[in-house]
């Protein structure tokens, strides 16, 4: 039953992402693609994974280190491309703690800061999201959501401004086998955009 509600509430939120027209979107890094269980202490992944946007595109991977069971921490490391040809290595660090409330869904909250220079933009920031996933009724397929607020100064030649924007992202992630998991995801943070990746753990 709660398998089927929060596939619902995906399949809503994935509808109206579709009827919304494309804004000028943001990110630095990966987004989500994770669920918000926990894991074995000391276990290592990696994930390899593309963001793109109307205006920002982002190419790069992830390595997430389990430290306890509910925790981790995880840093990105690529290539931001914007739309006005400026270009350089971006930079995410961040975290995830695995909350032990389960009834409705496994949750989470998670944080992260970013930051990159391009050629002509600045940007820093970070967000703080509260996340929730289940597996649906189709084997091996688990659906995940979060929910949250991205703060940003961006800085473009002189001129600098400080942004709060509500993030989102609602994702689908598919186990191929015992070691890889690949991911589709859309996002909200100052406009949409979509995500994927694979994850080997």
């Not at 971006?90 to 990159?116: E, I």
């Amino acid at each position: 039953m709660k398998s089927m509600t929060l596939l619902r509430i995906l399949m809503m939120i994935g509808i109206l992402m579709g009827l919304s027209r494309p804004a000028g979107a943001q990110m630095v890094g990966l987004p989500l693609l994770d669920t918000a269980g926990t894991r074995d202490p000391g276990s290592l992944e990696a994930t390899p994974g593309i963001a793109l946007g109307e205006n920002m595109n982002f190419l790069g991977a992830r390595a997430t280190i389990t430290l306890l069971d509910e925790l981790r921490g995880f840093i990105d490391l690529g290539r931001l491309d914007t739309r006005d040809k400026g270009d350089n290595l971006a930079l995410q660090v961040g975290g995830l703690y695995s909350l032990p409330m389960s009834d409705f869904c496994d949750t989470a909250v998670r944080g992260a800061m970013y930051y990159s220079n391009t050629d002509y933009l600045d940007l820093l920031g970070g967000n703080v999201m509260l996340m929730c996933s289940d597996e649906t009724l189709l084997d091996n397929l688990y659906a995940y959501s979060g929910l949250g607020i991205d703060v940003s100064q961006k800085k473009i030649y002189s001129a600098s401004h400080t942004e709060i924007n509500p993030a989102v992202a609602v994702g689908l992630t598919y186990k191929i086998t015992g070691n890889f998991w690949a991911f589709l995801e859309g996002d909200y943070v100052d406009g949409w955009y979509m995500a994927t990746g694979l994850s080997i753990r």
